[in-house]
């Protein structure tokens, strides 16, 4: 890559060998892919993340699925800013296709993008405007010693489209509510299913989140008051009581193709603020701590009230931590049969 004016400028790659940095926010991998790209055209987010996808999608599958990633695997494209002030561009990668947003990733990108000299900014505290698919994120980072420590984010305005719905599974009625975060989710109570939030119970919250995802997109229309590209149901979000009690709840979320996340969900704590707020259970200002399935944790509180649409919408901003795990570089022999990737469930 090369950077001018703290603005990305790609030197276009032929995807035959792609350079990443790999993180984690919670324990949540991120892979981000950083050279040996090819051009992704596009004026906005949506329309780079949309050429990638129509153009480059085997890109995807070579990286995020076996025999380089697996079935869990996360990624995110850094593009040059798309708005005048931005200071960058990001869509995000998954087993599946591409989500509209991403918390844990704009937590370990702003991390990256600082430590790394990719954006360079001086001081302990560094605000950064960031170009994604639903909008405007802006994330603030606090540094000791150049080293980013915690980040802040404030997210795109999230709502409540429907609540108390109902699906059936293998008949029995299921109680739900439909909250948006910078994507959809379909919120359900653990206890109410007799689910176990915990890592030994894995294969059946993954076999049940995918079965409630598929009967609520099923059975009820969802729609983004604005872009239609935003407008279905990234997954299904378990909550139960936290295993430390200082911490406010637990989050567990299955999405995508069944991929389980190991952080609390950035975008997921967003629209559980939503939910929240909407029935009078958390004030403005007020921080809750909400856990993972490892039990890390993420931070959310609503930082605004604001009209979205239709919907009274809040303004979340969501606390996390991100480390480096390393660095890779991925080979595409054309005459793997296999360069394409695969996947095993």
């Not at 919250?205 to 598929?214: E, T, V, W």
Request: aromatic content about 10%.
């Amino acid at each position: 890559m090369v950077f001018i004016d703290n603005k990305m400028n790609w030197v276009p790659g032929d995807g035959s060998k792609i350079q990443s940095i790999e993180m984690h926010t919670g324990g949540e991998p991120l892979r981000v892919l950083t050279n040996g790209l090819p051009e992704i055209k596009g004026k906005t987010i949506l329309e780079k993340r949309r050429y990638f996808r129509e153009h480059f999608d085997h890109i995807r599958t070579g990286t995020m699925w076996e025999p380089r990633g697996h079935a869990d695997m996360y990624g995110a494209i850094l593009t040059e800013p798309v708005t005048p002030d931005g200071d960058f561009g990001v869509f995000f990668l998954h087993n599946e296709g591409y989500s509209t947003m991403c918390g844990h990733a704009i937590i370990a990108l702003t991390k990256m993008v600082l430590e790394m000299d990719i954006v360079k900014r001086k001081g302990d505290k560094v605000t950064l405007r960031i170009d994604s698919p639903p909008g405007r994120i802006i994330s603030t980072a606090y540094r000791k010693q150049g080293v980013v420590e915690r980040v802040i984010f404030r997210n795109v305005p999230s709502f409540v489209s429907t609540r108390q719905g109902g699906i059936n599974i293998n008949d029995s009625p299921i109680r739900f509510d439909l909250a948006y975060g910078g994507a959809f989710y379909a919120f359900v109570e653990a206890d109410d299913l007799q689910l176990s939030l915990d890592t030994r119970h894995a294969n059946n919250l993954i076999r049940m989140g995918s079965m409630i995802k598929q009967a609520v997109a099923d059975h009820y229309e969802i729609t983004h008051p604005f872009e239609e590209d935003l407008g279905f149901l990234y997954g299904t979000i378990f909550t139960g009581k936290a295993l430390d009690t200082s911490h406010h709840s637990r989050n567990v979320c299955i999405f995508a193709d069944g991929e389980i996340d190991r952080s609390a969900t950035g975008s997921g704590v967003s629209a559980r603020a939503a939910i929240h707020y909407d029935r009078g259970e958390l004030e403005p200002g007020q921080w809750i701590t909400i856990e993972s399935i490892l039990g890390t944790t993420m931070q959310v509180r609503v930082a605004e009230v604001t009209s979205y649409g239709p919907y009274t919408a809040v303004v979340p901003e969501v606390s996390g931590i991100a480390h480096f795990t390393g660095r890779s570089e991925f080979w595409f022999d054309p005459d793997d049969p296999l360069k394409k990737g695969f996947i095993i469930r």
